[in-house]
């Protein structure tokens, strides 16, 4: 149901959107049953069946095992038969255009929201704008094999999850610095925009204290390949769960009411300051997910719960309950 909520949200923004030349694609193990694989399709899905990858045990126990297919993303990177890939973990909602990270110059390899204080540019992947490109995902599966990383303080640092080596990686195999927020009025007005200008290095960037107890330059192969990685602001990945909400800064707020839901929005336009509201409501944590919500009404709901709760009534129908 969560998928099915997740495509209606995308159509009812963007209503022309053309689903055999933009598909819209769902990661799936090879163990997935048939059935599932064709009531995916029924429904207008693309399933992409893919291998499990088996990295080397980290050194430490994940504070999240249960998401441990999220390393399937990785399978993104060598589907080179697309320009861009904009991914959504299922447990978000759209609710303004996302037709600006379709629009992003190809410099930009990956763009992410920050996850934690924006200075320190980790990134959080639950939505992320990607170019694929065979060579950085065989330089992936080559670095999880060998397990290069894995003794990282940061892989620690982020509790041993897929979302943490995808972070630490680009740092390590990027030979640029990472970037700050995009700017829109740069990308709108400027063609085949290079990364440094689309995102430039802010001033108050800082590394990290883990990347001081182990340099980067220090693990063989990085540096190896000139991949743009900026930020988008938090509009595109807004965390509601209750413990995420508590993570974001009043300034992130402005401008992003939930009023913002029904506008489709978001078109480019050269001179644009910026752009402003939500575009992605996103519920991580193993525990938050608005589904899970089904006693105790209005208690046990927030204002961005009921929003997915009406879109879930809307996206079944009537003939079926949410």
Known sequence: DALLVLLWSMKQVHG???????????????????????????????PIEVDALAPPEPPGQSIRPDLSEGWLRIHLWRMTEFSRIVYLDVD???VGSLEPLFRLPPSVHLAASALG??????????????VPDESVFQAMTRALAAGLLHAHPEFKRGGFLDQAWLDLFFRWYSSLPRGGLVNWSRVASTVNLEAAHACPVPDDAELPSTFLELPLALIWGGAAADLGVCLLDHGFN?????P??????????????????????GQLTPGMEGLSGLRVLHWPGDLWKPWYRTHGRPWSRSVAEDVWWEACASALGASETC
């Open 238 to 242: 807004f965390l509601v769960s209750f």
């Open 16 to 46: 022309d959107w053309d689903l055999a030349a933009r598909p819209f694609l769902v990661l799936c193990q090879r163990r997935t049953p048939t059935w599932a694989l064709d009531a995916l399709r029924r429904y207008g899905f693309r």
């Open 244 to 265: 995420a909400a508590n993570w974001h800064d009043t300034a992130d707020l402005q401008g992003s009411a939930l009023g913002t839901f029904a506008g489709p929005g």
């Open 117 to 130: 204080p924006e200075p320190r540019q980790n990134l959080n992947v639950g939505l992320m704008a990607l």
């Open 92 to 94: 978000c909602l759209v």
